[in-house]
């Protein structure tokens, strides 16, 4: 059965504390990827190409919110930015199931406004290794 989005929260784990990063609107899927590699030989059968499957990538996860400068998780985003290290975070459902996976904080942007709307932050996590589901 499908379940809603709403309850759904991401958390890192640095120091020995996990932090929820909060006012969150969106969590971009988290998408699996390889290389295609070409394996074709000059004696391939009927002449079509032949692959194999290359190198595994999980690729990137975007986070988009609401700007608040004092709440701990997009904090602590800024921070890992600046330490440039990788830790691991965890994509937690409504339903209690969950993804872990390592990633560092590739890049952060906090400030967008329009007229009639809110302040807006985002970040891009690159995932680095393979996903685990909980």
Known sequence: MPQKAMGTSISCRHQEKDTVIGRLKAISEIR????????????????????????????EVTLEGFYEAGEAGQ????????????????????DESAVQFSAFVKSHAMGAAQVDGAVGFSAVLRLTGGVTLL
């Open 75 to 94: 904090q602590k985003l800024r921070e890992l930015y600046e330490e440039g290290i990788v830790v691991p975070f965890t994509v937690t459902f409504p």
């Open 32 to 59: 699996a990827d390889s290389e295609a590699v070409d394996v074709t030989c000059l004696d391939a059968e009927n002449g079509y190409r032949q692959y194999v499957q290359g190198l595994r990538d999980m690729g």
